[in-house]
């Protein structure tokens, strides 16, 4: 089984636990370091920490702080454990993004990428979403302004995911996922909510995981790289910068071919998909670890397997 395939097949298994699984019993937590959404009902399977955490702060008791202090902890062992592969191999919204490309490549559409200036510039949105989820419930706990206005804020950055707009529909739970006319307030943050959800999935058939630059989870889930089980290293002695690995990012990330210093490309932003070493047609170049021990290298027998495949797939259609 090729790493696609299997990729595939864990995201496929990853949607349904964590979209349908609490139909089975499942109940994973609410620490979960990918959007297991809240809103889906009782077909969920988890819960997405980012909901936790603004519901805990806009709490504002210290016994709420507590109970966020232990969710931390669980929400960081996960994290440490396989890093941003909870983005590229576990989160339903990845599914989806991945999804939407696929049927693009059957219809045999092509794709846009950012210019790298648009992409820096671009680059604020998830702080900006991350500093909505982060501050606004401490405006919501301690309302010294617009007290009718912070009511209506519970969980802000859910209240614009998109995550909490389409993955509903997949449990046949449409109540969160039209305008909520309660107040003002709500009304434009659903309406703001429902744009960013149009704007994905049309997005993401056009732009490989368009979404994905903009997460603020994955910005929290980047910050733990350094100290994360799962690594992606190069060999600059072996790599000859033939951008084949750019090429196959989802995320279009240059710095991985363009790297000559380092060992560690594990970047931010990489979701550790591992197409970059799927696809490296030098022995060795890449390779993917764990706790030190390669798990996954690049190979030229393995590139050009690929590429017989590929030919073989295209004669025959």
Known sequence: MTVTKLRWTILTISFLVLVLGGLVGINLGGFLPTFACTYIGGARGGICFLWRLQYLLGA???????????????????????????????????????????????????????????????????????????????????????????????????QLCPGKYILPLFAANIDYTAVNFRSATTIVMSLLGLIFSVTVIMGAFSKRMFWCPYCPLGLLL??????????????????????????????DIEQVFKEREREDVTFADCNLCLRCVEYCPEDDALRATFLGKTIYRSSRKGFFSRQGTLTKNSDSN
């Open 222 to 251: 980047g910050w733990y790289r350094k100290i994360s089980f799962i690594k992606l290293k190069k060999d600059d002695q072996k790599c000859t910068m033939c951008e084949i690995c750019y090429n196959v990012c989802p995320v």
């Open 60 to 158: 504002g008791t210290w016994e709420a702080i507590k109970v966020l202090g232990e969710l931390f902890i669980y929400f960081s062992l996960l994290v440490i454990l396989i890093g941003r592969a909870w983005c590229g191999w576990i989160c339903p919204l990845a599914f989806l993004q991945n999804l939407l490309d696929l049927i693009r490549r059957k219809l045999h559409f092509g794709y846009i990428r950012f210019p790298e200036r648009l992409r820096s510039g671009l680059n604020s949105v998830k702080w900006i979403f991350f500093f909505i989820a982060l501050l606004v419930p401490l405006w919501v706990a301690y309302p010294f302004f617009a007290p009718l206005v912070a009511r209506d804020l519970g969980q802000p950055f859910c």
